[in-house]
C-alpha cells in the first residue's frame, strides 16, 4: 500500500490542475508509510467485509433455494397407507415416483413412474420437452454406458411385479432422462406412480445384522417454483406429519446455523467498525499535531487558508482513497475467490458489493472533510515559535 500511496501522490503532484492539488499530492507521497498506518484500519475493515459478502453468498445457497424451479422429494416409506395417491392428487403442481434398486448396488438403476401426461407437465416444469412417442402402459430404456436393450424391469425390484409385462416402446432421449432425476433415469414407467408407491413398505425395517432402515430408494418427487415451496410443504406436512421432504438448496438446520455464523460476523464487522472510527480520530488528531508548524508557515508565507483546506482534503483523498480502492478490490476479489474454489452459487452478490463500496467512498469523503475541518484558518504565532 505505501508503493501505490507513493505513485498515486506523485501523479497528482505532477499533474494536478490546482496548487492545493498538486500541494496534497506532493504531501501524500512524501511520507506513504505514515500515511498506510493512518489508513490501516479501514482498509482492514473494507477487505474484511468484501471477503465476507462473498462467503455469505455462498452460505445463503445452501439454506436457501437459489434456483427458479426447486426439486422437492420425499421418502414414501415415511407416508402414511395411501399417502402417495393423496399427494399425487394435492400437490400443486405435477409429481412423479422415483424407484432405484440396492443404492449399494455397483449396478444401481433408476426408474421414474408417471403416465406420459404427468410426465410431460414434470418436463415442462424443470424447462424440458414432451417425450417423443410416449405411450401410456409401456417402458422406455436409457442408458449412457451401455445399450438400452441391457436394462430391464426386474432391475428395480419395487416396479418389477407392475411392470414386468409391460411392452417395450423405445429409448428415452439422454437429455429427457437427465431432467426426470440429477443423475438420469434408466427407465421410463409409463403407469400410475401410486400403484407403485403406495406397495412400499411403511416404517423402518430390519436390516440383515438385525439393526433398523428406512428404504429411501422409493421416492415422490415433484418440481416446484421456489415462491411455492413453502406451499408445497406444507401440504406434504398436512398429509406425513412426521416425514423428512427434501427440497434442493432447503436447510433449515443449516440455515439456523448460517444465521447464528454471519450474526457473529456481523458484530465483528461492527466492533470493527468501532475500533476503525476510534483510530481514525486518534491518528487524524496525530496528524493535524505534526502537520500544525508546516501549516502555520505556508499560512505565514502567504498561502490562503482556503487553499489549505483544499490540499489536506486532497491528501486524505490521495492516502485514504487510495488504500480503500485497492482494499476493496482485493475483498471483491477474496469473496469471489471463495464462491468460485468450491462454492454452490458463482454470481457475485452485486447488491451487497454496492453497498460496501458507497460506504467506503462516505467514509474517505468523511476523512477528507474532516482533515480539512481541522487545518488551521490563521497564523498562531506561538507555533512558528523555535527553541
Known amino acids: 500500500m505505501p508503493a501505490v500511496i507513493r505513485w498515486s501522490g506523485r501523479v497528482l503532484a505532477v499533474h494536478g490542475k490546482t496548487v492545493s492539488a498538486r500541494l496534497g499530492g506532493a504531501r501524500a507521497a512524501f511520507d506513504p508509510r505514515d500515511g498506510a ?53 394435492e400437490l400443486p403442481t405435477a409429481a412423479i415416483g422415483l424407484a432405484a434398486s440396492d443404492p449399494a448396488s455397483p449396478e444401481m438403476r433408476l426408474a421414474a413412474i408417471a403416465p406420459c401426461d404427468r410426465v410431460d407437465a414434470f418436463l415442462r416444469a424443470v424447462g ?48 429427457v432422462a437427465g431432467l426426470l432425476a440429477e443423475s438420469g433415469v434408466d427407465l421410463l414407467v409409463t403407469i400410475d406412480p401410486a400403484a407403485v408407491l403406495d406397495a412400499v413398505a411403511r416404517g423402518p425395517v430390519v436390516t440383515e445384522a438385525g439393526g433398523t432402515a428406512y428404504a429411501t430408494n422409493v421416492q415422490l418427487v415433484t418440481a416446484v417454483p421456489s415462491a411455492d415451496v413453502a406451499a ?27 444465521a447464528m455464523i454471519n450474526g457473529f460476523v456481523r458484530l ?81 452478490d452485486w447488491r451487497s458489493i454496492a453497498v460496501l463500496a458507497a460506504l467506503t467512498v462516505a467514509a474517505v469523503v468523511g476523512v477528507a472533510v474532516t482533515t480539512a475541518a481541522m487545518a488551521p484558518r490563521d497564523v498562531d504565532i506561538e507555533s512558528l515559535r523555535t527553541t
Open 268 to 348: 465483528g464487522l461492527l466492533l470493527g467498525t468501532v475500533m476503525t472510527v476510534l483510530a481514525l480520530a486518534v491518528a487524524l488528531a496525530d496528524r493535524a499535531t505534526t502537520r500544525r508548524r508546516p501549516d502555520m508557515s505556508l499560512l505565514a508565507a502567504g498561502v490562503d487558508a482556503s487553499t489549505l483546506r483544499a490540499a489536506h482534503r486532497w491528501e486524505s483523498l490521495t492516502t485514504l482513497g487510495t488504500g480503500a480502492s485497492l482494499a476493496l478490490l482485493c475483498g471483491v476479489l477474496g469473496g469471489l475467490a471463495w464462491q468460485y474454489a468450491g462454492g454452490l452459487v458463482r454470481e457475485p
Open 128 to 175: 424440458g420437452a414432451s417425450v417423443p412417442g410416449c405411450v401410456d402402459g409401456a417402458v422406455l430404456t436409457s442408458s449412457i454406458d451401455e445399450d438400452p436393450s441391457s436394462v430391464r424391469v426386474d432391475d428395480v425390484p419395487a416396479i418389477a411385479p407392475l411392470a414386468e409385462d409391460l411392452p417395450h416402446r423405445g429409448v428415452l432421449p439422454e437429455n
Open 232 to 258: 408445497t410443504l406444507a401440504s406434504i406436512y398436512g398429509t406425513a406429519p412426521y416425514s423428512q421432504p427434501t427440497a434442493t438448496g432447503l436447510d433449515p438446520d443449516s440455515g439456523r446455523n448460517i
Open 37 to 89: 498506518r493512518l489508513v490501516v484500519a479501514l482498509v482492514l475493515l473494507v477487505m474484511a467485509a468484501g471477503v465476507t459478502i462473498g462467503q455469505t453468498r455462498d452460505a445463503r445457497a445452501v439454506s436457501v433455494p437459489t434456483a427458479a424451479v426447486v426439486p422437492v422429494a420425499i421418502d414414501v416409506s415415511e407416508l402414511p397407507d395411501g399417502g402417495a395417491a393423496t399427494l399425487l392428487d
